[in-house]
């Protein structure tokens, strides 16, 4: 069906005139279609300097603010289509803002041997040689000695190695038990040691730091599972109870029953930590529930813990678990 040809204005509601084309879509709505972000070739898929890329007449500082690009520090742009991530973080300090004898190092250099502890947005750590002044948001600097065989290159970033990564960690992590969480997710991923922290440590001896280092390796473990196993297992330490194994293999008659978190096989004693995703479902629930049975049937005791606990009563879940080492003979 043929519509007839329109006037060249109309008027709409309230008297506002629209401007329509020949094929009848509005001039003034044809105006408000976003355009594409620019992309020019040179830039996509690239880290860079948004000063440079302006400089350059490769964008204007409005294409800047465009989709096509996101700021992973400020004044350095990538494309949006790369994911951000830490590591782009790194990428970015080491291009243009790390200097000469400087490398990534502390949680930054365990994000990327592999330990993905550390978010997006968080600052990265480096060090830098003394009297170089680096304060760029986003970036925390360590003026610190650094001998040169305690530096990698790793996919051509600079780099602590992993002995210095964890000496650097031990220095700077919130306490004791949180440099112990970031060494046990080295170590469970063989990318450190503990015996080779400890030699590292004490071949240092009355250097600033070893101490700490080694107080760390000595609670460091590489079979810890995930970080609230590797907080409990140092704080029930810390709080005077032996030390407990981990990823305890529980049998009966030869055979497999269950694997857990944190025990003292000798007493037949196990510790678990609770999750959130424990009480995901019904299913979970039942699963969890027929394995503490098995687990029970082998004679075994086990004491359940959750973050909450953790968090609000942990001297009380520490006075239960004495009690039945105590009572199996492990006190």
């Known amino acids: 069906m043929a519509y007839p040809a329109r006037s060249a ?3 709409g509601h309230g008297g506002v005139i629209h401007r329509v084309s020949d094929d009848c879509a509005p001039v003034a709505m044809l105006d408000r279609v976003p355009r594409p972000p620019r992309r020019p070739a040179p830039l996509a898929g690239t880290l860079f300097l948004g000063r440079d890329a302006v400089a350059s007449g490769l964008l204007t500082p409005a294409d800047l603010r465009s989709k096509a690009w996101q700021q992973v520090l400020r004044g350095i ?9 830490h590591g782009l973080r790194c990428l970015a300090v080491t291009r243009f803002i790390l200097p000469p004898g400087g490398a990534i190092a ?12 550390v978010g997006a947005d968080e600052p990265v750590d480096v060090l830098v040689p003394y009297g170089v002044d680096v304060r760029p948001a986003g970036v925390r600097a360590h003026h610190t000695p650094v001998d ?6 790793l996919r051509d970033i600079p ?11 031990a220095q700077w992590a919130a306490g004791l038990v949180e440099a112990v969480v970031m060494i046990d997710a080295l170590a469970s991923r063989r990318v450190v040691s503990v015996p080779e922290l400890e030699t590292y440590a004490r071949e240092r001896a009355g250097q600033r730091g070893w101490r700490r280092l080694l107080d760390a390796a000595l609670l460091a473990d590489a079979g810890a599972a995930s970080p609230p196993e590797s907080r409990l297992r140092v704080r029930l330490v810390r709080a005077g109870l032996p030390r407990p194994q981990t990823q305890v293999v529980i049998t009966r008659g030869g ?7 944190l025990g003292w096989p000798e007493y037949q004693v196990a510790v678990e930590y609770d999750g959130v995703w424990h009480a995901e479902s019904s299913t979970q629930i039942h699963a969890d529930r027929r394995r503490l049975n098995d687990i029970v049937a082998t004679g075994w005791v086990v004491l359940h813990v ?3 606990r953790l968090r609000d009563d942990f001297d009380g879940f520490v006075r239960e678990l004495r009690a039945v080492l105590r009572a199996r003979g492990a006190l």
Not at 159 to 169: A, G, K, N, S
Request: net charge positive.
């Open 106 to 117: 502390g949680r930054s250099a365990a994000y990327l041997y592999g330990v993905p502890l």
């Open 159 to 169: 780099v602590t190695t992993p002995t210095r990564t964890c000496f650097d960690l």
């Open 255 to 261: 055979r497999f029953v269950a694997r857990s978190d």
């Open 148 to 153: 040169s065989s305690d530096l990698r290159i």
């Open 9 to 11: 204005s109309s008027t």
């Open 306 to 308: 959750t973050a909450k």
């Open 77 to 85: 742009y990538a494309d949006a289509t790369i994911t951000p991530t």
